[in-house]
């Protein structure tokens, strides 16, 4: 269920280096032992070595454990053409998706100067990268600009919470994309649905997301 050799070939860990820019540093860390991760009970990540984002206040962000690497599954198969990533994080899936000859170009939306900085310099020799330090929410598209798959990961943990800004950003973006997708919708939404039988906001939040013009780009799990 961990191997990461059952990850397509686009999709490695990372190879950013470690460092710090600001508030946040790119560091390695070494698991001993097989370790169970991630809300949900979601796989398991094999003993070797890994590299996480952090933040001072906001703690890890993101790494490249199995579990990150599964929830990106479907975007690095669907990778291909005019593709736009909001959020670089440690830019797993923008390597992936520059490994693909059928990407021709790739935009990354990242609001964080300091982010830009430290994992920038990683992909950036590649001519089909375009970097652009704006906020994904304010960010407009060249005009007439249409791309094959649009991704949106700018969620540091999964959360219920997160599903109004999830359908804001697919909103936005349908007119001009021909798939699009949100890091871990599946399992903010089963977050959602677990809190909405006792707190009322979580099931208004739930009902609002469900009844946006926007649909979900995968099957839900309640």
């Not at 001072?56 to 291909?80: C, F, K, N, Q, Y």
């Not at 797993?92 to 310099?121: F, H, Q, S, Y």
């Amino acid at each position: 269920m961990g191997s990461l050799e059952a990850m397509p070939s686009c999709l490695r860990k990372v190879a950013v280096p470690e460092g710090r820019r600001g508030p946040w540093s790119v560091e390695r860390f070494a698991l001993r032992d097989m370790l169970r991760t991630g809300a949900f009970d979601r796989g398991a990540a094999p003993a070797g070595t890994y590299t996480k984002l952090v933040h001072a206040g906001r703690g890890i962000v993101m790494s490249d454990t199995p579990d990150e690497m599964r929830d990106h599954l479907e975007v690095a198969a669907r990778a291909h053409g005019s593709c736009l990533i909001n959020g670089l994080g440690l830019g797993m899936i923008l390597a992936a998706a520059l490994r693909k000859p059928n990407v021709t170009d790739v935009t990354v939306v990242e609001t964080d100067a300091d982010v830009i900085a430290l994992v920038g310099p990683t992909y950036d020799a590649d001519p089909r990268l375009t970097i652009v330090h704006a906020d994904a929410f304010a960010y407009q598209p060249p005009p007439g600009r249409r791309y094959a798959m649009v991704w949106h990961d700018i969620w540091d943990r999964i959360s219920g919470a997160n599903l109004d800004s999830m359908a804001a950003l697919m909103r936005k973006f349908e007119p001009i994309t021909d798939w699009q997708g949100c890091w871990a919708e599946d399992l903010s939404v089963r977050c959602a649905a677990q809190h909405a039988g006792n707190t009322p906001a979580a099931e208004e939040l739930l009902l609002r997301y469900l009844q946006s013009s926007v649909q979900p780009c995968r099957e839900l799990p309640i």
